[in-house]
């Protein structure tokens, strides 16, 4: 389990606005974090091949979730 803390102007931003962009943002740069990661450290154990997450595509990602969200 990856997890991120993330800080945005209350001022500045609205809670929607903010949340909008930490599903983007967060999360693809929580993705590219876990990704290094665990490519570094499954090399680094020895283990052949070394553990690859695939890519994700979170445009398409949070596309499906609103059309979920939708129909319920």
């Given at each position: ?59 398409k990602l ?11």
């Amino acid at each position: 389990k990856m997890e991120g803390a993330f800080a945005g102007n209350a001022e500045k931003l609205g809670h929607q606005r903010f949340t909008d962009m930490l599903e983007m943002n967060g999360l693809i740069t929580l993705l590219h974090i876990s990704r290094a990661y665990l490519l570094s450290v499954t090399a680094q154990s020895g283990i052949n091949p070394p553990v690859k997450l695939p890519m994700v595509n979170v445009i398409k990602l949070r596309e499906k979730k609103a059309q979920q969200s939708q129909v319920e």
